[in-house]
């Protein structure tokens, strides 16, 4: 039903000026990937600005192609100067940039645009069937249920995006929560830590502190670190060799699989999806010592899944209201802005259109092949331009882009406040993600947590009732606790009759 | 020093921040109003009290975990002092953001094309990115044209 409707749309959808838009944003996409200090995120929070005055359908689909096509178009730098485009691609340079420097870069580039193009299909299949089931899901759920869905989603980003000290991520997301706190509150109107300013009474926009965490940091790091001289490998025919792609279709298959489950958990996006995939990748090849020394199997697995991821990461937001990546949450606040009311709801009040966010995801997808595989050469004099020339202008962009969507200058200074946070964040080993997830999740989680003990007379007790929230619950214990001692004695203790008689059954 | 250290002395330094943070966050919940027809419950101040407060044990433990790995021993010397204010990536780090915040200063004070064009100016000259004239050209250029792009053809407000 869903693939028939998806069909429909496509056809629908299918006119010249949809064609050359898509070609375009995607085009534009690739160059914003391309480029090292330009992001995703920050490609579509600069074009939602510009966009915001189109026609709903226009700019979402504008949007879509940037976000497909800077995840893909960032493999071309990590393939040609070992330098990620976005710090999703980061995975691709370990076998990638050994493939350019044995001369075949052009296959690389060949194998990764094929490999983007069908993660971007296996992110597309899942977004047409799992959107709608979690949208029929979410709406059983009520104030206790969001609620822990919520803080389950800040507590397994700080988790997967800090993995090696995962309470500086939760300590990022509580600080976000905290941050969304900040403005006149939905229940009684109280103005909560606004100090007096009046342009604080509306909170911190989205854009704003996406652009300064992501964009402003990026623009700061590029112009401390210097002039970089990218020394461009040489490129001939990029068409991929089929059987290559036929070669490794489990592999393909299994990275997409893994990269949209990645991208369905909440804020933590594609550069752990392409690092998982190469991960499965090398445990599962016959030759794992070839990978970081020119492995395709670990170049497709890598721009497969952080493709896939894209798919993956659109289907909470379309369904919950809940990024699954920091360009998903650009795209999220991006869909609000044009007044469409993704999560729960749109199943009752748009319900077609998923089926016509896929289709424009199919388009963006399409585009991607076509013009990853024809447009290279010329793009590649991109990469030459310099930082100290490229970060003034693009901040130049960030400005506008931060002041265009409300017209404050306000606006500006904190993206400039969120940039100076973000800095020592991220050196000191806090990740963003957390954190602007919880902003964007905060109103949530203040709502149905006063709204549901309002309903039940301040009793908690309904908070722990119902099937989804127990596990809900569960998940947020085991997310926080699971690595503890304690919590992995219990398990052992309580897995250890079953493992005894696997044992015996084993043994007979 | 080795990098565990460094990040175990910054570890301390941020668990006092975020310990001192979270306190006024709960002094600031404690002192807003409750509305008795609501119940104390729904009160504005319950989930920043509620967050606030697992923000400080988590502080708390950072802290803890910092002094078991002598993360309190800091000794700010001068020569190290010294090496920060030579250092070449501090100092493009404070252009860089000094520029930002002067340009924003600006913005809306004075023409968005001038004040842009002398931003990009700026910034190229003091980063060595190319000869003077083509940074002319390049600053100009663009300035107008982002201006063009966006408050002619596509009609987004400008600062």
Same mark, same amino acid.
């Given at each position: 039903?869903?693939?028939?409707?998806?069909?429909?749309?496509?056809?629908?959808?299918?006119?010249?000026l949809n064609?050359?838009?898509v070609?375009?944003?995607?085009?534009?996409?690739i160059?914003?990937?391309?480029?090292?200090?330009?992001?995703?995120?920050?490609?579509?929070a600069?074009?939602t600005?510009?966009?915001?005055?189109?026609?709903t359908g226009?700019a979402?689909?504008v949007?879509?192609?940037i976000y497909v096509?800077?995840?893909?178009?960032?493999?071309?730098s990590?393939i040609?100067?070992?330098i990620?485009?976005?710090?999703?691609n980061?995975?691709?340079?370990?076998?990638?940039?050994?493939?350019?420097?044995? %001369?075949?870069?052009a296959?690389a580039?060949?194998?990764?645009?094929?490999?983007?193009?069908l993660? @971007?299909?296996i992110?597309l299949?899942a977004l047409?069937?799992?959107a709608?089931i979690?949208?029929?899901?979410a709406l059983d759920f009520?104030?206790f249920?969001?609620?822990?869905?919520?803080l389950f989603?800040v507590a397994?980003?700080?988790?997967l995006?800090?993995?090696?000290?995962?309470?500086? +991520?939760?300590?990022?997301?509580i600080v976000?929560?905290?941050?969304s706190?900040?403005?006149?509150?939905?229940?009684q109107g109280?103005p909560?830590?606004?100090?007096?300013?009046?342009?604080l009474?509306?909170g911190?926009?989205?854009?704003?502190v996406?652009v300064g965490?992501?964009?402003?940091?990026?623009i700061l790091d590029?112009?401390t670190? +210097?002039?970089?001289?990218?020394v461009i490998?040489?490129?001939g025919r990029?068409i991929?060799?089929f059987k290559d792609?036929?070669?490794n279709?489990?592999?393909?298959?299994?990275s997409?699989?893994?990269?949209?489950?990645?991208?369905?958990i909440?804020?933590v996006?594609?550069i752990?999806?392409?690092?998982?995939?190469?991960d499965?990748a090398k445990?599962?090849?016959k030759?794992?010592?070839?990978?970081?020394?020119?492995s395709?199997?670990?170049l497709?697995?890598?721009?497969?899944?952080?493709?896939?991821?894209?798919?993956?990461?659109?289907?909470?937001?379309?369904?919950?209201?809940?990024?699954?990546s920091?360009?998903?949450?650009?795209?999220?606040?991006?869909?609000?802005?044009?007044g469409?009311r993704?999560?729960?709801?749109?199943?009752?009040?748009?319900p077609?259109?998923i089926?016509?966010f @896929?289709?424009m995801?199919?388009?963006?997808s399409l585009a991607?092949l076509i013009?990853?595989?024809l447009i290279v &050469?010329?793009?590649?004099?991109?990469?030459?331009?310099?930082?100290?020339?490229l970060?003034?202008?693009?901040f130049?962009l960030?400005?506008?882009?931060?002041f265009?969507?409300? %017209?404050r200058?306000?606006?500006?200074?904190v993206?400039?406040i969120?940039?100076?946070?973000g800095y020592?964040?991220r &050196?000191f080993g806090y990740?963003?993600?957390?954190?602007?997830?919880?902003?964007?999740l905060?109103?949530?989680?203040?709502e149905?947590?006063?709204r549901?003990l309002i309903l039940?007379?301040?009793?908690f007790l309904?908070?722990?009732?119902?099937?989804? @929230?127990?596990?809900l619950v569960?998940?947020?214990?085991?997310?926080?606790f699971?690595?503890?001692?304690?919590v992995?004695?219990a398990?052992?203790?309580?897995?250890?009759?079953?493992?005894y008689?696997?044992?015996?059954i084993?043994n007979? | 020093?080795?990098?565990?250290?460094?990040?175990? &002395?910054?570890d301390?330094i941020?668990?006092?921040?975020?310990?001192i943070?979270?306190?006024?966050v709960?002094?600031k919940c404690i002192?807003m109003?409750?509305?008795d027809?609501?119940?104390?419950y729904a009160?504005?101040?319950?989930p920043?009290?509620i967050?606030s407060?697992?923000l400080l044990i988590?502080?708390?433990?950072l802290?803890?975990?910092?002094?078991?790995?002598q993360?309190?021993k800091?000794?700010?010397?001068k020569?190290?002092?010294?090496r920060?204010?030579?250092s070449?990536a501090v100092?493009r780090f404070t252009?860089a953001l000094s520029l930002v915040?002067f340009?924003?200063?600006?913005l809306?004070?004075?023409?968005?094309?001038?004040i842009?064009a002398?931003y990009?100016f700026v910034?190229?000259?003091?980063?060595?990115?190319?000869?003077w004239?083509?940074n002319?050209?390049?600053?100009i250029?663009t @300035?107008?044209?982002?201006?063009l792009?966006f408050k002619?053809?596509?009609?987004?407000?400008?600062?």
């Amino acid at each position: 039903m869903g693939i028939i409707n998806l069909f429909t749309e496509i056809v629908r959808l299918f006119n010249p000026l949809n064609l050359i838009t898509v070609l375009l944003a995607v085009q534009l996409g690739i160059i914003f990937g391309m480029l090292p200090g330009l992001t995703a995120t920050m490609g579509i929070a600069l074009l939602t600005s510009l966009t915001f005055r189109w026609a709903t359908g226009n700019a979402i689909i504008v949007l879509i192609a940037i976000y497909v096509g800077a995840i893909y178009g960032g493999s071309r730098s990590a393939i040609l100067i070992n330098i990620p485009g976005t710090p999703a691609n980061a995975a691709t340079c370990l076998d990638g940039f050994p493939l350019a420097k044995s %001369g075949k870069g052009a296959q690389a580039i060949g194998l990764a645009t094929m490999s983007s193009f069908l993660g @971007s299909f296996i992110g597309l299949l899942a977004l047409v069937l799992f959107a709608p089931i979690l949208g029929r899901m979410a709406l059983d759920f009520k104030s206790f249920e969001l609620f822990w869905l919520t803080l389950f989603g800040v507590a397994i980003c700080g988790n997967l995006t800090a993995p090696t000290d995962p309470i500086k +991520g939760w300590i990022a997301g509580i600080v976000g929560i905290l941050l969304s706190f900040v403005g006149m509150e939905a229940i009684q109107g109280y103005p909560r830590f606004t100090f007096g300013i009046l342009e604080l009474n509306a909170g911190f926009s989205i854009i704003p502190v996406l652009v300064g965490t992501y964009g402003l940091v990026e623009i700061l790091d590029n112009l401390t670190i +210097g002039d970089i001289k990218a020394v461009i490998m040489n490129v001939g025919r990029v068409i991929p060799y089929f059987k290559d792609i036929i070669k490794n279709g489990v592999n393909i298959v299994r990275s997409g699989i893994i990269g949209v489950f990645i991208g369905i958990i909440p804020g933590v996006g594609e550069i752990i999806a392409s690092y998982v995939a190469y991960d499965f990748a090398k445990r599962s090849s016959k030759h794992p010592e070839k990978f970081g020394k020119g492995s395709v199997e670990g170049l497709i697995a890598s721009e497969t899944g952080n493709n896939a991821c894209v798919g993956g990461a659109l289907v909470p937001v379309l369904s919950l209201a809940i990024p699954g990546s920091p360009p998903a949450a650009v795209l999220l606040a991006a869909l609000w802005l044009h007044g469409l009311r993704p999560g729960p709801l749109l199943q009752i009040e748009n319900p077609n259109y998923i089926f016509e966010f @896929s289709a424009m995801f199919f388009y963006a997808s399409l585009a991607m092949l076509i013009i990853g595989l024809l447009i290279v &050469k010329p793009l590649l004099k991109i990469l030459l331009i310099k930082n100290s020339i490229l970060m003034p202008i693009i901040f130049l962009l960030c400005t506008i882009g931060t002041f265009a969507i409300n %017209g404050r200058l306000f606006d500006i200074w904190v993206m400039i406040i969120f940039g100076i946070i973000g800095y020592p964040m991220r &050196k000191f080993g806090y990740p963003s993600a957390p954190l602007v997830l919880g902003l964007i999740l905060g109103p949530m989680v203040d709502e149905n947590l006063r709204r549901g003990l309002i309903l039940t007379n301040g009793n908690f007790l309904p908070f722990f009732k119902s099937t989804i @929230s127990i596990i809900l619950v569960v998940a947020v214990f085991l997310t926080l606790f699971g690595k503890t001692r304690v919590v992995k004695s219990a398990f052992g203790l309580l897995f250890q009759p079953i493992r005894y008689v696997a044992k015996l059954i084993k043994n007979v | 020093m080795n990098n565990k250290q460094q990040m175990a &002395k910054l570890d301390f330094i941020c668990s006092i921040i975020i310990i001192i943070f979270s306190l006024f966050v709960i002094y600031k919940c404690i002192i807003m109003p409750k509305y008795d027809e609501w119940g104390l419950y729904a009160t504005p101040g319950m989930p920043p009290f509620i967050f606030s407060s697992i923000l400080l044990i988590m502080g708390i433990i950072l802290l803890r975990r910092s002094i078991f790995v002598q993360g309190y021993k800091i000794r700010v010397k001068k020569d190290y002092l010294l090496r920060l204010y030579h250092s070449v990536a501090v100092r493009r780090f404070t252009i860089a953001l000094s520029l930002v915040i002067f340009y924003s200063f600006l913005l809306g004070k004075i023409h968005f094309v001038i004040i842009s064009a002398t931003y990009i100016f700026v910034n190229i000259y003091i980063f060595k990115g190319t000869v003077w004239w083509i940074n002319f050209i390049i600053s100009i250029a663009t @300035s107008f044209a982002i201006w063009l792009l966006f408050k002619v053809i596509f009609l987004v407000p400008l600062p």
